[in-house]
């Protein structure tokens, strides 16, 4: 199994330097936030069960943020694909990270995960 820095490290740029970005934005949101492998992709863990993965669209190779409890997030920005639970929010690595949209969306998934 690769470890969180082997999956960072052989992303092609410009993946790379946003998937970094958004692990940085991720693991400094909240202090509770912790980061592990699943599934052979970054997991960041809150309150021992998984709430988001980083991952890359089979196509584009483009970064998402995979939302665990995507199904009770009631954005339109999210995009749920052929999951029945999970939804996520695609990037474009060649175009600025929107951090504020990540922070809604962060925040969402925060609530509801508090909400049990």
Known sequence: MKS?????DIQPEP???CFLALRSII???NEQVSETMKYGMPCFVLDSKPWLYLWKDKKS?????????????????????NRAKMKHFQ????????V????ELLNEAWAVRAKG
């Open 4 to 8: 969180i820095e082997e999956f960072f």
């Open 15 to 17: 993946q790379k330097s």
């Open 27 to 29: 693991l400094k949101f």
């Open 61 to 81: 190779h483009e970064p998402y943020i995979l939302f665990v409890d995507g199904i009770l997030l009631k954005t339109p920005l999210l995009q749920s694909g």
């Open 91 to 98: 990037l474009n690595s060649n175009e600025e990270i929107p």
């Open 100 to 103: 504020s949209i990540i922070y």
